[in-house]
């Protein structure tokens, strides 16, 4: 039997259109591997705070303190450790806490570059793992959002952020979203263990917390605390107190607040006024934080989650964009229902900023605009719908 031509075009095209957002992921998952390899090329850049990690595991491994100064010449592509002696080394401003240096510890055996590959790339694998269940749940009838999504992670601006600065922010993602999905089953216990890890890992993952408390979600909070505070238990049966305290005196520093890839409130505070502003610092938080709480915690976990993970980050002084792909979480919980902002938010939030910019410069301001705008998003959706289904 003949087929028209008209028939056969119309089939190609459609077929041509079904496979288009896959093609995007394929040519995208190889710009991230070029991305990957070029980064590391010499060595892993000395700037890359996986070279910090990787140290401190090997001195855990050899018996030594997990913030034990150490060498680093990029070319030879290996970190050695010194004594302690003043100016003997790099002495590591490492943000986690000391619990955390046991999940890089396999890595420890490792070569350098290897280990930084390696973690990278089972980072961006959960993460898009975590994607694809989140898909199926909220958009089971979709055959292409998940390509979409995969495609917007792989190609978003804080993603290479997170390569370039070999931090862990895809793995961070891929935690919430397990939260979110267990959330979003009605599995509070699961949700709470979640959350309770990333806790562990990110203090500002805190602010879940604080709804969880504001909307009484017993199962959830309780759980979470248990497993926060098992594991710090066990970080300081460990590690001990000394290693906790220079942890504690990292954080307090944080010199580099200011440079632009924070997208926080504080670092925009910190780059447009010279002078210490932590009163006001805090009052905006306050002024910010309180209301949009009291907003979502009348709202669906869909929207209160997707609102939640920017504002965790502007209110937060350790809001690096590498921390952003949690927000492709929160896009794709608010796609169905706001799309205008979402885009803008989106959009300020890829925006390809320089890391080293002198303060003051007003394209660095972006960042914490993508933050405020997405909290917008969240908020507006979960208003529409409400009054959509007279709640």
Known sequence: MNVPLHDTLTAMRGLTFSCF??????????????????????????????????????????????????????YMHEAWLTGTAPGTGIVPLNLNPP???????????LPLRVAYMVSYIV??????????????????????????????????????????????GLALMAVLGLATLALLKGHHRTAGIWLGLALTAK????????????????????????????????????????????WISAMQENAQRALSWNGSLWALLARNFP???????????????????AVLARQEPRFALAGLFPLMLLLSPLGWIYYFPVLIISAL??????KGLLVAALALSACPVPLMLPAGITVATVYPFGLL??????????????????T
């Open 123 to 168: 980072q961006l694998l959960a993460a898009l793992w975590v994607l694809r269940q989140l898909v199926r749940t909220m958009l089971p009838s979709s055959h292409s959002a998940f390509a979409w999504s995969a495609c917007s992670l792989l190609v978003y601006f804080p993603t290479f952020a997170n390569l370039y600065a070999g931090q862990v």
């Open 203 to 246: 203090l500002f993952v805190g602010l879940i917390f604080v709804w969880l408390l504001w909307n009484r979600r017993w199962s959830s909070l309780t759980m979470g605390l248990m497993v926060w505070a098992m594991c710090m238990t066990v970080g300081f049966l460990l590690f001990g107190v000394g290693d906790h305290l220079h």
């Open 275 to 293: 002078a210490d502003q932590t009163g006001l610092g805090l009052v905006l938080a306050l002024g910010i934080g309180l209301p949009v709480l």
């Open 333 to 338: 919980l608010l796609w169905p229902y706001q």
């Open 373 to 390: 705008f997405m909290v917008v998003a969240a908020c507006y959706a979960g208003r529409s719908s409400s009054a959509q289904t007279g």
């Open 99 to 109: 619990i955390m240096s046991l999940l890089f510890l396999p890595l420890g055996l």
């Open 21 to 74: 957002p896959y093609l995007l992921v394929v040519a995208a998952a190889f710009l991230q591997g070029l991305a990957l390899v070029l980064n590391c090329w010499h060595g892993v850049p000395a700037g890359n705070d996986f070279v910090m990690f990787h140290a401190a595991a090997r001195s855990l491994l050899g018996g030594g303190s997990i913030y034990q100064p150490f060498l680093y010449v990029p």
